[in-house]
């Protein structure tokens, strides 16, 4: 019933940069920490950069002073603005959010949306 959707991927030179949206719809009482993942070929799933509902953010270590996330609470979207984007960066980028479906829902389920392709080439 909850779905993200995510856009703003494609191929871009080393060192420009993208901007990746994620869009949550459908049941949502409350949206608790929003953020994203990648995942390259033969690599597991890893933490790019996560948002409290309070704006309080994290950083994966490799993204760290690259990227930001953001998030528009009224819209129920998070972003990432990527910076001086490396091909180390290509990945399958996949939005997360865990949603409080009503109030006694205290801790929340967490949704993945279905992934947008970054990939950094010359």
Same mark, same amino acid.
């Given at each position: 019933?909850?779905?993200?959707?995510?856009?703003?991927?494609?191929?871009?030179?080393?060192?420009?940069?993208?901007?990746?949206?994620? @869009? *949550?719809?459908?049941?949502?009482?409350? &949206?608790?920490?929003?953020?994203?993942?990648?995942?390259?070929?033969?690599?597991?799933?890893?933490?790019? @950069?996560?948002?409290?509902?309070?704006?309080?953010?994290?950083?994966?270590?490799?993204?760290?002073?690259?990227?930001?996330?953001?998030?528009?609470? *009224?819209?129920?979207?998070?972003?990432?603005?990527?910076?001086?984007?490396?091909?180390?960066?290509?990945?399958?980028?996949?939005?997360?959010?865990? &949603?409080?479906?009503?109030?006694?829902?205290?801790?929340?389920?967490?949704?993945?949306?279905?992934?947008?392709?970054?990939?950094?080439?010359?």
């Amino acid at each position: 019933q909850v779905q993200l959707v995510e856009s703003g991927g494609g191929l871009v030179q080393p060192g420009g940069s993208l901007r990746l949206s994620c @869009a *949550a719809s459908g049941t949502i009482f409350r &949206i608790n920490t929003m953020g994203w993942y990648r995942q390259a070929p033969g690599k597991q799933r890893e933490l790019v @950069a996560d948002i409290t509902s309070r704006g309080i953010t994290d950083y994966g270590g490799s993204v760290q002073g690259r990227f930001t996330i953001s998030r528009d609470n *009224a819209k129920n979207m998070v972003y990432l603005q990527m910076n001086s984007l490396k091909p180390e960066d290509t990945a399958v980028y996949y939005c997360n959010a865990n &949603i409080r479906n009503y109030y006694a829902d205290y801790m929340g389920y967490d949704y993945w949306g279905q992934g947008t392709q970054v990939t950094v080439s010359a």
